[in-house]
């Protein structure tokens, strides 16, 4: 075991910012932690880090969680359920860290600073000048008590600044990295209360995570740099920091940052196109750990019985949009048919504009399952189905490529199958096979041939479930119209080509 948790209850949380649309990446996060918890038989949760006002995005906590639900991430206590650490939406904690930002302030451990935005600004221009790495200059550091009361006079609103020793070092520790000392000298006295009153993440996360009893903190690899601020904190209220452990990036497959180009979206969209939350979650999870070398499929409860930090990993996870919708494909085979019915309803009747016909459907899903790798694709794959009126499709795809050209002969082949399938004595789909199947050689064209002109007849489409079977499903009045519909289409063809 590569960390310790010295016999306390997991405790982790997801911690997002509504700042926007949150992405699989940031599922990932969520996942992780989740999973950790649950592995442990602990405790999951759900912080709101809304302290940045500027990028405060009105729908970003609703989009949060509704993907969370989606992906069936469950949280114990979070701003919807309460919980013992109530609040848990950081706008509504300010109080606290106003509170904290006095300890420090009180144990010399922070200070108020003065500086206006345009001195800043003239400070780092003059770095940039002497190619030093801009940072605060410490200017008001160490201010005299006159000197404080002369800002304060001139109505300046004060940040708080976190007060860096000047040497000496600190060690940063992340479970799977191993730990990283920083020379204090290079590191800066950064923002932890801004003017405005709202806490920076450096202060509200650390004071959160420690009151709320947070004991693993995972989280995006980005975090890495403010990893020795973090400590420092912890240190400066003299509290035990919790056990960090940063994720790795997720990569495109060119090994790039991941983008839309790579098939990478907002997490709801996968939602739309008929991902399955399962197939999303066990995904997400070989992105960035592993079970053994091997296996792919990895169901939720396996996942959760094996999940550790042991075998996460920190080279960068690469993204691998197709072997996504493999995976749900191989989710959608498994499922219960009458779950996957459940599923897919919503798809079809979207797109049809009305419920559908359960029964109908029912029937149709045996034939689908093996077809489709996204729920969406059953609109295509099955809606003439439920359509009564008369099918849309272009005569050329009727004729075929061995038709091409020859309406009267395509006419003759539908008109003779058509005949043979109204004398077939019942309506199953071998019966219907074997009633027909023996024409296309009767009429020296290959099977998928004629079967072809069928299949567009009575579908409207080229691609479909097995023939006889979906001919089956229609029964017989209904696939008996369409081929009508479809000789009479062609005979105008072939009356117009003479
Ligand atoms: N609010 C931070 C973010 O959205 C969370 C980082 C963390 O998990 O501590 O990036």
């Known amino acids: 075991m590569l960390y310790r948790f010295n016999g306390m209850t997991v405790r982790t949380r997801y911690a997002p910012s509504p700042t926007g649309e ?57 701003p919807d359920v309460g919980g013992p650490y109530a609040p848990y939406t950081q706008s509504e904690r300010l109080e606290t860290y106003r509170e904290h930002a006095q300890k420090l302030i009180a144990g010399d451990h922070a200070y108020l ?42 109505g300046s609103r004060p940040v708080v600044r976190f007060k860096t020793p000047l040497d000496g070092e600190t060690v940063a520790h992340d479970v799977l990295r191993g730990s990283v000392v920083f020379q204090n000298e290079t590191l800066d006295d950064f923002v932890l209360l801004k003017s405005d009153g709202y806490p920076t993440y450096h202060l509200a996360a650390q004071v959160d995570d420690h009151l709320m009893g947070t004991t693993h903190v995972l989280r995006g690899e980005e975090w890495l740099p403010s990893v020795p601020r973090h400590f420092l904190v912890y240190q400066a209220f003299g509290w035990e920091p919790p056990v960090f452990a940063h994720l790795s990036r997720i990569l495109g497959p060119d090994r790039s940052k991941l983008s839309k180009r790579h098939g990478a979206h907002a997490a709801l969209d996968y939602r ?42 920190t080279n960068p996870a690469v993204f691998n949009a197709e072997k996504l919708l493999w995976m749900n494909g191989v989710y959608i085979r498994e499922m219960p048919d009458d779950r996957l019915a459940d599923d897919a309803a919503p798809f079809l009747g979207r797109h049809l504009g009305r419920p559908v016909d359960r029964e109908l459907l029912m029937g149709i899903i045996p034939l689908v399952k093996e077809r489709i790798k996204l729920l969406g694709e059953i609109v295509d794959m099955a809606d003439f189905f439920f359509t009564d009126g008369e099918l849309e499709y272009d005569v050329e795809a009727l004729l075929g490529k061995r038709y091409a050209g020859d309406p009267a002969a395509a006419l003759k082949a539908l008109e003779a199958a058509t005949e043979r399938l109204e004398a077939v004595d019942g309506w199953e789909h071998e019966k219907l096979e074997s009633a027909v199947r023996p024409l296309a050689e009767e009429l020296g064209v290959k099977t998928g041939e004629l079967f072809g002109v069928l299949r567009v007849a009575v579908t409207g489409k080229t691609a479909t479930p097995p023939l006889f079977e979906t001919m089956e499903i229609l029964a017989r009045e209904r696939t008996l119209d369409r081929l009508r519909s479809a000789r009479e289409r062609l005979q105008a063809q072939s009356t117009h080509a003479k």
């Not at 600004?121 to 404080?148: F, G, I």
């Not at 999870?285 to 550790?308: N, Q, V």
Request: hydrophobic share 35%.
């Open 22 to 78: 949150p992405h699989l990446g940031n599922m990932r996060t969520a996942l992780f932690s989740w999973l950790l918890a649950r592995h442990y038989g602990g405790q999951f949760f759900l912080r709101i880090e809304d302290t940045d006002q500027a990028r405060y995005v009105e729908s970003g906590i609703e989009a949060q969680m509704e993907a969370l639900h989606w992906l069936g991430l469950t949280w114990d206590e979070g």
């Open 113 to 154: 600073c003065y500086c206006s935005p345009e001195r800043l600004e003239e400070v780092r221009k003059a770095q940039q000048a002497r190619k030093e790495p801009p940072r605060y200059d410490r200017h008001c550091r160490d201010l005299s008590p006159e000197e404080r009361r002369a800002a304060e006079a001139q």
């Open 272 to 313: 739309e196109q008929g991902y399955l939350p399962d197939a999303v979650v066990n995904f997400l999870a070989l992105l960035g750990w592993s079970l053994d070398d091997h296996t792919e499929i990895i169901d939720r409860e396996t996942l959760i019985r094996h999940f550790d930090l042991d075998r996460v990993l």
